[in-house]
């Protein structure tokens, strides 16, 4: 069974920066694409970002130019930057995996962007 374990959420302020890791407990070779998605409560799960295993990353228009995300084959992990953090920006953040056959997601961290 795949574990992917998200850290680096937190409290901020609005206009500040956050960066999320996932750490996967195989290689992320396997995996066709990795992403954040985020919800609230009493929403819907939405999309955030996603890099594939190979091809052009994609964002949600919300964070679109405030927000990056990467990987680090070596170490497993994925990550995501997010600047210029707002308000409505605040969610669980959780990551995810997608393999032949399968999906797997973390266990989600917190964000809250409040003064």
């Known amino acids: 069974q795949v574990q992917l374990v998200e850290s680096g959420g937190g409290l901020v302020q609005p206009g500040g920066s956050l960066r999320l890791s996932c750490a996967a407990s195989?290689?992320?070779?396997?995996?066709?694409?990795m992403g954040w998605y985020r919800q609230t409560p009493g929403k819907q799960r939405e999309f955030v970002a996603s890099i594939p295993k190979s091809g052009s990353t994609a964002f949600a228009d919300s964070v679109k130019d405030r927000f990056a995300i990467s990987k680090d084959n070596a170490k497993n992990t994925v990550y995501l930057e997010m600047n210029r953090l707002k308000p409505n920006d605040t969610a669980v953040y959780y990551c995810?995996?997608?393999?032949?056959?399968?999906?797997?997601w973390g266990q989600g961290t917190q964000v809250t962007v409040s003064s």
């Open positions: 195989r290689s992320i070779f396997s995996f066709l694409v």
């Open positions: 995810n995996a997608v393999a032949l056959g399968a999906m797997y």
